[in-house]
């Protein structure tokens, strides 16, 4: 039983698009959702977090929008560039360990 | 400040073996995790501790074995090596639950 689903699986966007990338989740009990960020041949970096008394959380040009009711949240990228290229992460906790989606390439192109 | 390191940071290993991956974190986090990251399939959690002397299973804790003797440590250990335990191998540390700090990796590779 998947208790993060992430899509797309993967995301071309030019440059200075907007990437979005959505997450939902089953559990009513998870209370921080993160977002990580991964190079190549690197670990998970934490770029972005929210709670869930919040609908939406703004650092830069990233931004996580939250949907409490729907059991969504979903990552923006403004103004996408190519050192944005790399594999997202979002994922949930309720206390636990991380439980993670699948991730989501994106490749900013020029 | 060196955050979470892990070693090896790659290894070959035949069938049968077993070793022993190594994590080590300087930031005196209560919350260390495994997770195991194959393609398409994200990250696998595999084995967790809220603290010194107590660990729990995760999603996928077969042919794994964890010990926390210390608050910095948290070795992973292979028993019986096997080619579906090929995989990355990342570490993660944290002091507030959520906001997981993790390792380099271990890339291991079981022929």
């Known amino acids: 039983q998947q208790q993060v689903k992430q899509s797309p699986q993967s995301l071309i966007v030019q440059k200075g698009g907007i990437s979005i990338i959505n997450c939902a989740y089953e559990n009513t009990a998870f209370d921080y959702f993160p977002w990580y960020q991964q190079f190549p041949g690197k670990g998970p970096a934490l770029l972005i977090a929210?709670?869930?008394?919040?609908s939406e959380k703004k650092e830069g040009r990233f931004t996580i929008s939250f949907n409490k009711s729907a059991k969504q949240f979903s990552l923006h990228i403004m103004d996408s560039q190519p050192g944005d290229s790399a594999t997202y992460f979002c994922?949930?906790?309720?206390?636990?360990?991380?439980?993670f989606g699948k991730g989501t390439r994106l490749s900013v192109i020029a | 400040n060196a955050g979470v390191t892990q070693t090896p940071k790659f290894q070959v290993l035949k069938t049968g073996q077993s070793m022993t991956l190594q994590c080590a974190q300087d930031m005196n986090h209560e919350y260390m995790s495994w997770y195991r990251q194959d393609p398409g399939m994200g990250l696998r959690l595999i084995h967790y501790?809220?603290?010194?002397?107590?660990?729990d299973q995760g999603e996928v804790p077969n042919g794994y074995n964890v010990s926390r003797s210390t608050t910095e440590d948290f070795p992973l250990r292979l028993l019986s090596a096997a080619p579906s335990q090929t995989s990355v191998y990342f570490c993660?540390?944290?002091?507030?639950?959520?906001?997981?700090?993790f390792g380099s990796g271990t890339r291991l590779t079981v022929v």
């Open positions: 929210i709670r869930p008394d919040v």
């Open positions: 994922a949930a906790t309720r206390g636990t360990p991380l439980v």
């Open positions: 993660a540390s944290s002091y507030n639950r959520g906001g997981y700090t």
């Open positions: 501790s809220v603290g010194a002397g107590i660990t």
